[in-house]
């Protein structure tokens, strides 16, 4: 079997077509992403990711966005709501160990449902930190609006995803909180001084550096350069590589944002040149998968090994108790 291709790719709805699972085997990427059309009930995600798995030949890691909160794709009836970060941090300001297992046993929840379907990574936790005149896109998603409450949640966080065998990916790396445009839309210019981001927004990036994988940000960085950080070599190496000092795998956020201009191929050429290990893209149309594959290249060198790294920390799952954990979180989050 051929190296991974880097990249991570959709695919289009409740079932894998032929051309999809065809593709899957020929083009080897990394990782598939799902989203809100690719989940309906268990069973029928069960056989999704089975399919997927059954087509690529080996135990590829799935991703889904299962925040909690407005960012949840495994929904009711089938699946539990989530609180939003921000609800973890408030019972943390009021108690911190608390609000420490609160965090720590939702996610250790949101492991176990998705384990039971076959997803094995969660684009959480979100470390950025949110500013009150910026556009509202992160806002109530943060792990709460100081970088003590960020830190420590996500510490809670990460270890229940890790502790469930789901592997977990902070973002949006080096902080989307000052944004004041959604970069779904536009390219945000985050202006503020290389002084002013070290002693806050890069904190929690900095102190959580040991995490496996992180997404970065589609925004400029004025002090740095004047293109998004997915594209940029000096802000991916002078900020995320050297100052943050993370060494985990580093993906793009979706490469169909509207941030970012170009096609899909050259987007995904910009980004791997500037030091991105994988290229992000999440739509599902084949004809897209298919361009991002054609700016692609095979895992190798330091890529190859963030990745492996990153395969591992799905591996282990801890002994839980699942209808104990669920009363006891219930309990806490009522307070």
């Known amino acids: 079997?051929?190296?991974?291709?880097?990249c991570i790719l959709g695919v289009s709805g409740l079932r894998l077509k032929k051309s999809e699972s065809v593709f899957l085997r020929d083009a080897n990427p990394w990782g598939v992403i799902l989203f809100g059309?690719?989940?309906?009930?268990p069973d029928q995600l069960r056989k999704l990711t089975g399919d997927i798995r059954d087509a690529m030949g080996r135990e590829t890691l799935i991703f889904v966005d299962q925040e909690g909160g407005r960012v949840q794709r495994l929904k009711a009836p089938h699946w539990p709501a989530y609180p939003s970060g921000d609800k973890y941090a408030s019972l943390f300001r009021q108690d911190r160990g608390q609000g420490l297992r609160a965090c720590y046993?939702?996610?250790?929840?949101?492991?176990?449902?998705l384990r039971a379907v076959g997803i094995t990574a969660d684009c959480a936790p979100v470390l950025d930190l949110p500013q009150p005149d910026a556009d509202p896109i992160i806002s109530d998603r943060a792990l709460g609006n100081s970088v003590e409450d960020i830190i420590n949640m996500a510490h809670s966080a990460m270890a229940g995803l890790m502790s469930g065998g789901v592997a977990p990916v902070v973002k949006h790396i080096p902080g989307h909180g000052r944004a004041t445009v959604d970069s779904h839309i536009a390219l945000p210019k985050i202006d503020a001084s290389r002084e002013t981001l070290e002693a806050t927004d890069f904190?929690?990036?900095?102190?959580?550096?040991?995490?496996?994988?992180?997404?970065?940000?589609?925004?400029?960085?004025s002090h740095s350069s004047k293109s998004a950080v997915t594209v940029s070599k000096k802000s991916l190496t002078d900020i995320i590589r050297k100052t943050i000092g993370f060494d985990g795998l580093l993906m793009s956020d979706d490469l169909d944002m509207k941030a970012l201009a170009g096609d899909l191929t050259r987007k995904t050429e910009r980004a791997l040149a500037a030091g991105c290990?994988?290229?992000?893209?999440?739509?599902?149309?084949?004809?897209?998968?298919?361009?991002?594959?054609k700016g692609a290249m095979r895992l190798s060198g330091e890529a190859l090994r963030r990745a492996t790294v990153a395969d591992f920390c799905s591996d282990h799952i801890t002994d839980f108790d699942i209808q104990a954990a669920r009363g006891e979180f219930t309990e806490l989050m009522s307070q």
């Not at 046993?105 to 449902?113: C, V």
């Open 203 to 221: 904190v929690p990036f900095r102190k959580l550096n040991d995490a496996p994988m992180a997404m970065t940000a589609h925004a400029v960085y």
């Open 105 to 113: 046993l939702g996610h250790r929840l949101i492991a176990h449902d």
């Open 37 to 41: 059309r690719n989940v309906d009930t």
């Open 1 to 6: 079997m051929s190296t991974p291709l880097s």
């Open 277 to 293: 290990d994988i290229a992000l893209q999440c739509s599902g149309v084949l004809t897209d998968s298919v361009q991002v594959a």
